[in-house]
Structure formats: C-alpha cells, structure tokens
C-alpha cells in the first residue's frame, strides 16, 4: 500500500525472498480457531463498533497539493492501461492502422505530459508500473520505443517512395551542380 505521507514514498525493495516493507511491520499469524480437522470457523458477527468504522471517511491526502499528486499519479496509471488495451486490440486487429496510430500517439504524449508533473514522485515510468504490480508488458514496450507499432513496423512499401523520392532529390541535386 501506499504510506500515509507520500512525499517521503520509499518503493518497495526488488522481490528476493520474502522482504518486509519498512512501513508495514511483520504481524503474526492471527488463529482462526481451533484447527480440528473438517470444522470451519466462522468470523464474528459485526457489532455497532465495526459497523461505525464502516462509516468512517479515510483521508488519503491531507492538502490539495497531495490530492493533486494522487490524482496525477492514478491519471498516469490510467493512461499505461489505456495504452496496454490498445496495443491489446491493435494486435488481436480490432483496430485499424488508420485508428491505432493517431490514439497511440496521443495517450503517449499524454503519458510524456503527466509523467513530468509527477518526475519528483516517480522518476522511472518502468519502476512505477512494477511498484504497482501493472501487468502491461505491450504498454511498456510501446513506452520505451517511443512510437507508435505502425511506424516502428513500418512496411517495405511505404518506405520505398519515400527513399525513391531521396534518391531523385540527390541526382537531381548532383547534376545541377555538374
């Protein structure tokens, strides 16, 4: 989870064996009950006093500028699981070139956008998405080239007009200055 105070936020260390964070402190097992083979224990009924803590506001931000930083952060979030669902239909081909290419740049630069506001907070996109336990192995691909599928995997064909159109450019070039 996240600490109280998340300005002074520590990631948790590399998974390797079972790490304690430093904000959670080890508890013991709590017993059931009896452990009598085939017999289940049922939790206690709910009293009044569990009942109020039901009603109970919990404050995750304690000033606008943290409720900022929350929001921020869970906009970042949002957009990686955006960015994840269209790489997902792009290649299932639920989408077509001409659709996936103008959205996926867009959440990219969203992305670029919000990550600069929170760079203080989370200073590595990657980190973020691993701290999270974000399963988005296509998002963060997409993320580290930079580009969108279709222009990183662009086809033989629209590259050759193009590098035609260089090629005449240069002997056209060429033979000016003869």
Known sequence: GIP???????PPPLPHGK??????????????GP????????PPPPTATH???IDREIRLANSSSERMQYDSLADLFSVIMALEYL???FT??????????????RLLKQLKTLHQGVKTTVP???????????????ALARLTS?????VEHRDADDGSSESRSVAQAVQFFITAMD
């Open 146 to 150: 930079g580009v969108p599928a279709t």
């Open 35 to 42: 452990s009598v083979p085939g017999v289940s224990v049922a």
């Open 51 to 53: 009942l109020k803590d």
């Open 19 to 32: 790490a304690v964070s430093p904000h959670q402190p080890a508890r013991p097992p709590v017993p059931l």
């Open 92 to 105: 299932s081909d639920y989408v077509t070139d001409k659709e996936y290419t103008p959205l996926c740049n």
């Open 124 to 138: 590595d996109v990657p980190r973020f998405m691993y701290d999270f336990h974000m399963n988005c192995p296509l």
């Open 87 to 89: 790489e997902r239909a």
């Open 4 to 10: 109280g105070n998340f300005f002074h936020y520590v």
